[in-house]
C-alpha cells in the first residue's frame, strides 16, 4: 500500500471512531432517532445527485437500510446516550463477530478453526468489559448497543445476498447514498413516534448539536466511507480490513481528550481482548515458507 493510500485508509478509522466522540454530547441534549434522521437527510442531500438510480433495487435498499440503519443507529445511538463513548465504540466492535456467525447460519460461510478462536475471544472480551467499573449497572445500554451491532451484521449479509442475486456488487457509493435516502423517511417516522418535542429540539438546540448532524452526515459517512471504498477498490480487504481496528482506539483517545471519559484497567483489558479477537477473525496469518523466512 503506497504511502498516500495508507493515509487515506488511516482517515477511515479515524472518521469513524471520532463519530461517537462528536455525537456524544448531542445525545445527551437531543433526541438519538432525530439526530440520526438530520444525519441520513445531510448525507442524501449531498451525495444522491452523483449516481444513478438503482430501479431494479429500490426495495432492496429500502429493507436494508431499515435494518442497517434505522434499527442499528436507532439502537446505537440510545445505547451510547447511556454509556460511554470510549465503551461504546468497544462494544460495537460484536459487529464483525456477529457478521461471521449470521454469514455462516444463513449464506453457509464456513468458519477457519482461526475464525472459531476469534469469536470465543471477541465474546469473552465483551464479558471482561461487561465488568468495568463505569458499566456497572448498564445493562440496558449495553443491550442497545449490541443490538445495533447485530443489526448492522444482519443488513450487510441482506445487501451481499442482494449483490449475489443480481450478479455483481452495486457500488459503494451508490449504496451509500440510496440508503441514506431511504433511512431519512424512516428516521423521521421512528422519531415522530417515539420521540416528543421535536419543534423545541431543533429550535433549541446548540452548536455541539449541529456540528454532530454536519459530521455524522458528511464527514463520517459520506467522507468516510468514500474514502473506504476508495481503498477497497485498490486493495484487498485483508489488507484494508485490519486497519479498522484502530477505530476503538481513535474513540477512547478522542473521548479522552475532549470528553473528559475515564479510562479503566478492566476497560482496557475487556477492550484489548475484543480487539484481539476481531484481529484474529480478519486478519490471515499465513505460515512463512523456509524462502521468506529472515536469515540471520
Known sequence: ??????????????????????????VDQFPPVLLMALRFSVTALVMVWFVPIPRKHLKAFFWVALIGSTLQYGMTYNGLKLLDASTTALIVQAETPFLLLISAIWLGDRLTAQQLLGLLVAFA?????????????????????LAGSFMWALSQVMLR????????????????????VFAAPQLLLASFLLEDNHWYHITHADAQVWFAVVYLGIVMT??????????????PASQA??????????SILGAWLWLDEP??????????????????????????????????
Open 222 to 235: 459520506a467522507f468516510g466511507y468514500t474514502c473506504w471504498y476508495h481503498v477497497l477498490g485498490r486493495y
Open 263 to 296: 479510562v479503566n484497567g478492566r476497560m482496557l483489558l475487556g477492550g484489548g481482548i475484543i480487539i484481539a479477537g476481531v484481529a484474529l477473525l480478519t486478519i490471515t496469518f499465513r505460515r512463512l515458507r523456509p524462502t521468506q523466512m529472515s536469515r540471520h
Open 1 to 26: 500500500m503506497t504511502w498516500r493510500d495508507t493515509l487515506i485508509a488511516l482517515l477511515v478509522p479515524l472518521t469513524w471512531g471520532m463519530g461517537l466522540v462528536v455525537a456524544k454530547p448531542a
Open 241 to 250: 480490513g485490519p486497519l479498522l481496528l484502530l477505530l476503538p482506539v481513535f
Open 161 to 180: 445476498r442482494t449483490n449475489q442475486r443480481i450478479g455483481h456488487a452495486i457500488s459503494g457509493m451508490a449504496t451509500i447514498a440510496w440508503i441514506a
Open 125 to 145: 472480551g465483551l464479558y471482561v468489559l461487561t465488568g468495568a467499573p463505569n458499566l456497572q449497572g448498564q445493562w440496558f445500554g449495553i443491550s442497545l448497543a
